[in-house]
């Protein structure tokens, strides 16, 4: 039942349960904070070794070795995108948006970290700069680069409104990483993941709680930038929705490509992301 028509009546101490102060669930002082001076330093003088244009409605993949950055930037008009990483050399450890949401918050900047799935749960790449870190939150709780969402996909497509879509951003995803790596469609499935929307403007309604997204407040020249804490294979999908003011998962919508640029520094910044330390015994 929905919050404004319950089943059951309140009981007589509900303002009492309802005025208990919410705890932080992951206090995270115990994480090192990343200074960023050393990486926005290290750009001084770096290199593009590589660069990959996403078309609209579709996806393509990257490389991205660890110690080196990369940048996803707006180009020719407001879109939206879809991120998936992966451990280039094991694609059974990915981005883990669940624990990355629970440790920095439903939207992401500058100083959050992308952290990976568990057993493995360590960093994967640092976001060293947002050109939209300006925006914040909205009247509405909106904000930009949300973990809250999952991606696009045909199956929910299809059980909500019917018929076969194949350009939303789980097919995308799919395709794109069956391509790189000579995998089935059905085995690539398996390896694309919950996704960074990147540039996406969201949140939940104040009154249902519900998922919204509206009119991404991204401009060309935009940008995000990642700092590669181990060899990289990522994915991004120009998302069908184009910058999601009005539709979603359709040919209907306005959408531009998204430029990805993968840059080399001229002195290394850090080593590779750490082992996570727990031993994994689970108390036997």
């Known amino acids: 039942m929905k919050p404004d028509h319950p089943a059951h009546a309140a009981p007589a101490d509900a303002a009492a349960r309802?005025?208990?102060a919410p705890v932080i669930c992951y206090p995270v002082?115990?994480?090192?904070?990343?200074?960023?001076?050393?990486y926005l330093a290290a750009r001084e003088g770096w290199t593009q070794v590589a660069e990959v244009r996403v078309p609209p409605r579709e996806a393509r993949c990257f490389d991205v070795p660890a110690g080196h950055f990369f940048r996803i930037t707006s180009v020719e008009g407001p879109q939206v995108g879809d991120l998936n990483l992966w451990n280039a050399q094991d694609l059974g450890e990915r981005f883990f948006s669940g624990k990355t949401r629970a440790l920095?918050?439903?939207h992401l900047s500058a100083g959050d970290r992308m952290w990976s799935n568990l057993p493995y749960l360590r960093e994967m790449a640092l976001i060293t700069e947002d050109t939209l870190d300006w925006y914040g939150f909205d009247a509405f709780g909106g904000g930009v680069h949300d973990v809250i969402g999952t991606r696009c996909d045909p199956y929910t497509h299809n059980l909500l409104s019917?018929?076969?879509?194949?350009?939303?951003?789980?097919?995308?995803?799919?395709r794109a990483l069956a391509e790189r790596t000579g995998l089935s469609l059905a085995e690539a499935e398996d390896h694309v993941?919950?996704?960074l929307n990147v540039f996406m403007c969201t949140g939940f309604t104040r009154d249902t709680g519900q998922y919204f997204m509206k009119a991404s407040p991204v401009r060309p020249g935009d940008y995000i930038e990642f700092f590669?804490?181990?060899?990289?294979?990522?994915?991004?999908?120009?998302?069908p929705g184009g910058d999601c003011s009005t539709v979603h998962s359709s040919d209907q919508a306005a959408c531009h490509p998204l430029l990805v640029q993968v840059f080399r520094p001229r002195e290394a910044v850090a080593g590779r992301a750490a082992a996570n330390g727990y031993d994994r015994s689970h108390g036997l």
């Open 104 to 106: 920095h918050g439903t």
């Open 18 to 20: 309802k005025a208990v």
């Open 162 to 174: 019917g018929g076969q879509y194949h350009h939303c951003c789980h097919s995308n995803l799919t």
């Open 193 to 195: 993941h919950d996704v």
């Open 29 to 38: 002082e115990g994480l090192p904070a990343p200074d960023l001076g050393p």
């Open 228 to 239: 590669a804490g181990m060899d990289l294979l990522g994915a991004l999908s120009a998302c």
